[in-house]
């Protein structure tokens, strides 16, 4: 495989982790200087918000603690198209930007919505065998997501 395609895998394989709560094959998927944002710009305020904003070891935290939560249990498939991979050589990373639309379906009756849409901006590193995200932020055009949602896009 080429880099890119790699490189395409990778942010493909992230979201099928994601989709399937598979929060330990997502983790495996990111090098251990990871860091991970979600973010939107507040029209209101005139300001960018963080919402969530963890390293990999606070992406662990979380996910090991979300059973601990009342949560909305419904399933979210994120449907990803990567738009744009830069490649830097020097320092053995790639930059990528992605379109994101998330859609939610419902546990009681199947109803499926779209729930979210934005881009995600990856930084990878290309050290070793394999790409790895180094950096993720995903960067939402939907702003309001309602209550009792505590998986990270």
């Not at 909305?72 to 990803?80: A, N, P």
């Not at 050589?89 to 009756?109: H, I, N, P, R, Y």
């Not at 729930?115 to 901006?121: H, L």
């Not at 590193?125 to 180094?134: E, R, T």
């Amino acid at each position: 495989m080429t880099p890119k395609q790699l490189i395409d895998e990778l942010i493909y394989r992230s979201s099928l982790a994601m989709d399937s709560k598979n929060f330990t094959g997502f983790l495996d998927l990111c090098d251990p200087a990871f860091r991970y944002a979600i973010t939107a710009y507040i029209p209101e305020i005139r300001k960018e918000m963080t919402w969530l904003e963890h390293d990999k070891d606070g992406m662990k935290v979380l996910f090991d603690n979300l059973p601990r939560h009342n949560s909305d249990h419904s399933s979210l498939s994120r449907h990803v198209t990567v738009y744009t991979v830069e490649q830097d050589e020097a320092k053995q990373q790639a930059k990528t930007v992605s379109a994101l639309q998330v859609f939610k379906t419902t546990l009681d009756g199947g109803e499926t919505e779209l729930f979210a849409v934005g881009k995600i901006y990856d930084t990878i590193s290309m050290n070793g065998g394999s790409p790895k995200l180094l950096d993720r932020n995903v960067r939402l055009d939907t702003r309001m997501l309602g209550i009792g949602y505590h998986i990270p896009l």
